[in-house]
Nanobody, 127 residues
């Protein structure tokens, strides 16, 4: 059983930056594809980004590419989401998710693919 704990959320002004972290325990982190999703009030959960277990392959929702960057440190069992130039519409609860992948370069975009989820961290961007 994998446990995921997000951190790093908070309140930031528009144009600012935040770095989220998701620490994993209880599994072989280096075999898991990881992802970030977000959910704003009244909206469906939205894909943000995913990264393969090797870190060599990533995918972003197109509207966020260039402002958000995903990375991972397998030695620390942690995946990160660097968010720059934040906008009020980025306000949401951000969740990390994990899925044991068959190969080192596999990534998954749908929340239905993921087996494990963190509890989420709130990001609020003020205008």
């Amino acid at each position: 059983q994998v446990q995921l704990v997000e951190s790093g959320g908070g309140l930031v002004q528009a144009g600012g930056s935040l770095r989220l972290a998701c620490a994993a325990s209880g599994g072989t982190f280096s075999r898991y594809a990881m992802a970030w999703f977000r959910q704003a009030p009244g909206k469906d959960r939205e894909f943000v980004t995913t990264i393969s277990w090797s870190g060599g392959k990533t995918n972003y929702t197109p509207s966020l590419k260039g402002r958000f960057t995903v990375s991972r440190d397998n030695a620390k069992n942690t995946v990160y989401l660097q968010m720059n130039s934040l906008k009020p519409e980025d306000t949401a609860v951000y969740y990390c998710a994990a899925k044991e992948a068959r190969t080192s370069d596999m990534v998954y975009l749908s929340p239905r693919n993921y087996d494990y989820w963190g509890q989420g961290t709130q990001v609020t961007v003020s205008s």
